[in-house]
């Protein structure tokens, strides 16, 4: 049996996955639905794609979680060792677990998206949510690539920390906390911002979209780069964090 198999049959066999992937999408839906469906009638009628994923940050940290747990829950009950046994090259383990992890969340982003589309233009009717750009395109679409990379960051960070509440720690205080505190610092804290990795996932999925008037996540002037650049950039973090982790792995014992 292969790995990818192997790996996916592990996944599934426990319930924390079953319930990260049902929380992702309800928060994501969910959410949409509430501000589109309760939002005054003014705001309604001027909403916009962008305004039907206002749930999606919280739903890719709660996949981050998840991918997290994949590892790291088998450093907790030492299950890890018996997968170096049954292959022992461990780099081709792990590659293994992160594909199966990170085509799941991508599958999960792309649904919880578009999902969370359908349903605010269900609920609000009186607005144009039709998609009618490239630029919506790729936010919908996109948004399972930013969560297929963030579970690879996701992973590595497991891999590494090998401790479950470390690294969940880590990842929800990395996007949500430190690189907003980094634009605090005088002089280069807004520069230092503009290069940060989840700044430039949220770069791709925001940039050139319609969020009205006064700027915002929409605004190509809050990035570093454009929005494909700006992917391939949050692709190189995730490679280079999975890069250390294979290595990690391959020289640590378990």
Not at 54 to 68: E, H, P, R, T
Request: aromatic fraction near 10%; include cysteine.
């Amino acid at each position: 049996m292969s790995v990818i198999a192997v790996e996916r049959i592990k996944l599934f066999s426990t319930r924390s996955p079953w319930w990260c992937m049902i929380i992702a999408a309800v928060l994501t839906v969910g959410l949409s639905a509430l501000f589109l469906g309760l939002a005054p009638s003014e705001q309604k009628l001027h909403a916009t794609i962008t305004d039907t994923q206002g749930g999606a940050q919280l739903s890719q940290m709660v996949i981050m979680v998840m991918a997290a747990l994949a590892i790291t829950t088998e450093y907790r009950f030492g299950t890890i060792r018996t997968s170096f046994q049954a292959v022992p090259q461990r780099a081709a383990l792990l590659l293994g677990k992160t594909f199966v992890v990170a085509m799941l969340s991508g599958l999960i982003g792309v649904i919880a998206s578009f999902g969370a589309w359908a349903i605010g233009d269900l609920v609000n009717s009186s607005a144009n949510l039709a998609i009618d750009s490239a630029a919506e395109w790729r936010l919908l679409a996109g948004r399972g690539l930013i969560f297929a990379l963030s579970a690879v960051i996701a992973v590595a960070v497991g891999a590494l920390i090998r401790q479950s509440a470390g690294a969940i720690v880590i990842l929800l205080v990395w996007p949500l906390l430190v690189e907003q505190l980094v634009q605090l610092i005088p002089k280069v804290g807004d520069d230092l911002n503009r290069w940060a990795p989840f700044t430039n996932a949220n770069s791709f999925l925001f940039q050139g979209q319609d969020v009205g008037a006064g700027g915002g996540p929409g605004d190509a002037t809050s990035y570093a780069m454009g929005p494909w650049w700006a992917l391939l950039y949050f692709a190189g973090w995730a490679a280079a964090l999975m890069t250390i982790a294979l290595v990690s792995a391959s020289k640590r014992d378990a």
